[in-house]
């Protein structure tokens, strides 16, 4: 479906003035109209006594009623208050009986179910604060309008429990082809909006995404970032700001390359996550690649059982940001990445050498400049120089059930070693052409 057609979707309504009163509602909505889910919810709040109670019987002689906004005096005769605190975090409710009752003349409910002599009373918060001594006086004024012997019992239901509840909820009705719109794009918006509050994914939970639109691709790039952070350790990855952000791993004393990035792919048919290297992608590194003139270097076809794909290129940069690549053919490639080419002709070109490097390509492939956009980016424009390397990229295949089936736990996971063993694996190999 449509992004644009998600229900809670406000227009509008980019800010937070409003985020409190509309994540109410629409729990709300969620709640009332996915009985799923609100089971769920009643199960975590209500004591097992009190949960039997109400719905140990074929024909109850009540029903449930959920609200809005509404004043304590019309919430009258209760036998039993449940105080709801929905944060950011989790709140110690066993400390409410020490502290003091905010003093509200006319309080409302953010959200209250009503269910026989049981009333449940919700305070919203989306950020950390505590709004103990908000729903404390919430439930003293409802409790003033009940009998003397009605009790108040303070729950905590954090925004991270409500996220489970849902997705526990969802997760059961795709199982039977019975997905709740309400919950669905409930669940959606928040994820949007407060992806702090979801739990990481393991790949085991993560389907490959389909197609660029899948939410997959979010779940999958979110807990890939989490694996780079824990292979060499946070403070070894770096943030690549802009357009196409990315966290990779950075290796700036490897010599050859300075990032090591870990995605995924289709080849072929298959689906796999992916280790890419640039050995070369600048002369400097190209100096610590072709360290010997002993020709083109012959690539594995394996890493530790993996397909190992070997795509050489030359890169034309200006101002340090490439402007295209031109691939070789393999034959080409035996006389394009040597140290012999390298040292001729890595480096830069200023506008009034680009013929005689134009010569130089035509002997090696006559039709190259159809095959890059070099007429376009190089010769029609207004750039005075450009800038030539030599590298090659190198992408590690591991099957995705096989990565899937190695995550098997949120921190230092089989993965983890797995991906490290490999990378450093490349390494080697590189390390010894």
Known sequence: MDRHLNIFEFF???GNEYDENNLSRAFALCIKYDTVLLDHILRQVLDQHLYNSLFNTDNPAYSIEIDL??????????????????????????????IAARTTEE???????????????????????????????QAEKVKSFCPDEADIIYKDLNWKKIVISLLNALSLQKQINSENQFTRDFARFLEKKHPDWFPQRLLKNISFPQNDAD??????????????TQIFGEDRTKEIPGKYYRLVIAVDNWGWANEVHVGYCKHGRENYLKIDIYPGDTKAQGRNLFKLDNGAIQWPNDVKGYKLVAEPYMKFSH??????????????????????????????????????????M???????????????????????????????????????????????????????????STITSLRNIVDSK
Not at 114 to 134: G, H, M, R, Y
């Open 12 to 14: 509008n309504n980019n």
């Open 69 to 98: 906004q509404k004043r304590p005096a019309e919430l009258t005769g209760f036998t039993h208050i449940v105080a709801i605190a929905c944060c950011a975090r989790e709140l110690d409710t066993s400390n409410i009986s020490c």
């Open 107 to 137: 309080p409302k409910t953010d959200l209250c179910i009503t269910i026989n002599d049981v009333c449940l009373v919700f305070e919203f918060k989306t950020t950390p604060e505590d709004c103990s001594a908000q729903l404390k006086c």
């Open 215 to 228: 939410p997959n691709n979010t779940y999958l790039n979110s807990r890939l970032d989490q694996l780079k």
């Open 319 to 360: 101002f340090n940001s490439m402007l295209f690549w031109f691939v070789p053919t393999e034959e080409d490639y035996q006389t394009t990445h040597t140290r012999a080419f390298f040292d001729n002709y890595a480096g830069r070109y200023q506008k009034h050498q680009w013929n005689e490097f134009e010569k130089v």
């Open 362 to 420: 035509d002997s090696i492939d006559p039709n190259w400049k159809t095959k890059c956009e070099y007429s376009q980016k190089i010769t029609n424009s207004n750039r005075t120089y450009f800038d030539l390397s030599l590298g090659t990229l190198l992408t590690v295949l591991i099957p995705y059930t096989k990565a899937q089936e190695l995550d098997d736990r949120e921190i230092d996971s089989s993965l983890v070693k797995e991906l490290k």
